[in-house]
């Protein structure tokens, strides 16, 4: 079973506006990645912060990690229509498997 | 395209038969996993290899399932007995595995199986 969330579950902001998605997790991690997946298809990798990081950055996107809180941030400046899409954070912690959450779902209006 | 791919992408089948799905990851990966999501839910762990040996495997996978990777290339999942609770997506992922941690997994398009 998933072992985290993620807030908000839905989020609908206008083009232009940023967007920022929360994660939360329960266990220790040696990273955590963030997702993209367009409706009903695959996930594309968007990002990965090392648990010994603390803010990455990527183009448009910003990640942060906050060990200490078990979370992190994924914010998506400038958003476009393109951007919608369900975000998922999902972490390693000890063993290669990833552990997902249960997503965000991003609708960007033109 | 030189991505995971993942065959078939859709696959409807009656409850009781056997489905077999494939995944073809990126050459030089050794490391490569299989998952499974649900409608609105995020993927959950089914198994991982590493080279040819299978290495972890979920609660998930209940005795129906059985997953193989010969000679470290590509890998099938079969589902034997299918349920309707097998209706899912199934993903495959592979990475390059050059860490002793999780690295970044790269997702195929997913096969969506229907147990009608």
């Known amino acids: 079973s998933q072992q985290g969330e993620e807030d908000p579950q839905a989020l609908s902001i206008q083009e232009g506006e940023n967007a920022t998605m929360n994660c939360s997790y329960k266990?220790?991690?040696?990273?955590l990645q963030w997702y993209r997946q367009n409706s009903g298809r695959g996930l594309v990798h968007l990002i990965l912060?090392?648990?010994?990081?603390r803010e990455k950055h990527s183009g448009r996107l910003r990640v942060t990690l906050d060990t200490s809180k078990k979370s992190s941030s994924l914010l998506i400046t400038a958003s476009r229509a393109a951007d919608t899409a369900s975000y998922f954070c999902?972490?390693?912690?000890?063993?290669?498997?990833?552990?997902f959450g249960k997503g965000t779902k991003l609708s960007v209006i033109p | 395209d030189t991505g995971v791919s993942q065959n078939p992408r859709h696959k409807i089948t009656k409850r009781g038969q056997n489905v077999t799905f494939r995944c073809d990851p990126i050459?030089?990966?050794?490391?490569l996993y299989w998952y499974r999501q649900t409608l609105g839910q995020g993927p959950e762990f089914l198994t991982y290899?590493?080279?040819?040996?299978?290495?972890?495997k979920s609660r998930l996978l209940s005795d129906r399932f059985s997953a193989e990777r010969p000679k470290g290339s590509f890998s099938t999942l079969e589902i034997q007995r299918t349920e309707q609770g097998d209706s899912a997506m199934y993903l495959c992922?592979?990475?390059?595995?050059?860490?002793?941690?999780?690295?970044?997994?790269?997702f195929g398009p997913g096969t969506r199986l229907t147990v009608l």
């Open positions: 912060i090392r648990s010994n990081e």
């Open positions: 266990t220790s991690i040696n990273n």
């Open positions: 992922a592979s990475s390059l595995g050059d860490r002793t941690s999780t690295d970044t997994q790269y």
């Open positions: 050459s030089e990966h050794n490391r």
């Open positions: 290899f590493q080279n040819e040996a299978q290495l972890e």
């Open positions: 999902a972490w390693g912690a000890g063993s290669y498997q990833l552990t």
